[in-house]
């Protein structure tokens, strides 16, 4: 048995879920998913009705058999299983960001964009501040659309903030909400990954935040970008990825990559980020979860698409990957594994 059908067989023991729930409890990627839950309604174990899934008395017994038990959560109520509470200074963090981001651009597709809810904006913040790589740090951000600038400005504890974004709505939004704040050390400026740095952000920058494409060469080509502006050994990185669009062995190749550059992974924090994504976008916009899913799907009732949080750390001498000027094609943002991000 699979370790994808085991899972969702242990999720539907506890009780019927939807689709986008279901999605939760997968432990690889969302083709692999989809061709699971296919085989499972194919074979009689699993049935539909009204947009959700449940076992029938053949898939009970076949669970039996496996000596499955029904899924009960131990992931803390508290935390959510992100293990950063916003409580103190933590929650007046979030309630400022919360009102100062209310007028914040739409996302939109055009440059992957899509919002983490803003609760985990904050315990991004919280989490680098707990490592100790936001006081009196240098911090470079390449690409901002969950306003993490903004974040960083609320605590006041960054000596530096530079963004470097493709959008230019949203680096106006960032210029302007920060000089309207008061934040003297935040500025956003138009960036495309395709060139490299120029000489003044090469080796300026003590951390930095990503959330980058999920190909393996996307991932490398922002990642290197990062590694540009970083001083060397002791530096840090966060970024975000998934496994829904970045299937295990995917992981291993960009694990391997981090190694090359000179990283060690210290840190990976599961479902860390929950995405807030428009739900009439994806039931109308061709996205492959919906249109390659075995039944017909209805909106979204939960957060279905997360990410795990990596923390990095610079071992050594740093080396980017991919130097010099790169042009983009659709292969650098899409790959077969990309359910969410393209359209089919």
């Known amino acids: 048995m699979t370790r994808i059908r085991r899972n969702l067989i242990r999720a539907l023991l506890s009780g019927d879920k939807s689709y986008w729930e279901l999605i939760r409890f997968q432990d690889d990627s969302l083709p692999k998913f989809e ?9 009689g174990l699993v049935s539909t009705h009204d947009h959700h899934f ?17 899924y009960v959560s131990p992931v803390c109520d508290a935390c959510h299983g992100k293990t950063i509470l ?21 996302a939109i597709k055009d440059y ?11 315990r991004r913040v919280t989490l680098i501040h707990r490592f100790g790589d936001l006081e009196n740090k240098d911090i470079l951000i ?37 000089e309207s704040l008061g934040f003297k050390n935040i500025s956003a400026e138009l960036y495309d990954v395709q060139n490299p740095f120029r000489e003044e952000l090469r080796r300026s920058f003590d ?16 990642l290197s970008r990062c590694v540009e502006g970083l001083r060397g050994e002791d530096s840090t990185g966060y970024f975000g990825l998934t496994h829904l669009e970045s299937s295990r062995k995917k992981w291993y190749a960009i694990q391997k990559r981090l190694l ?15 995405y807030d994504l428009d739900a009439e976008d994806l039931l109308t916009q061709g996205f492959r979860v919906v249109t390659e899913a075995p039944v017909n799907v209805g909106a979204p009732d939960t957060y279905f698409y997360t990410s795990d949080y990596y923390r990095v ?3 050594q001498e740093l080396k980017p990957l991919i130097t010099g000027t790169v042009v983009l094609s659709d292969e650098l943002y899409y790959d077969d594994e990309a359910f969410v991000t393209a359209e089919r």
């Open 260 to 274: 090359e550059m000179g990283f060690v992974i210290t840190d990976i924090i599961r479902d860390f980020h929950e």
């Open 313 to 315: 750390y610079a071992v």
């Open 112 to 122: 992957d964009q899509g919002y983490v809810i803003t609760e985990d904006t904050i």
């Open 54 to 70: 449940s076992l029938t008395d053949k898939g009970i017994a076949i669970a039996a058999e496996e000596h499955l038990s029904p």
């Open 142 to 178: 390449v690409g901002d659309d969950d306003l993490t600038s903004l974040a960083l400005g609320i605590t006041g504890l960054p000596r530096k903030v530079k963004v470097l974004e493709v959008d230019k709505r949203l680096v106006e939004y960032i210029n302007k909400k920060a």
């Open 86 to 106: 916003l409580k103190g200074p933590y929650e007046n963090w979030s309630k400022q960001f919360q009102e100062i981001t209310k007028d914040r651009p739409k």
């Open 207 to 222: 951390v930095f935040i990503t959330d980058p494409v999920e190909t393996i060469d996307g991932i490398t080509l922002f």
């Open 35 to 43: 061709e699971e839950l296919s085989n499972l309604l194919n074979e």
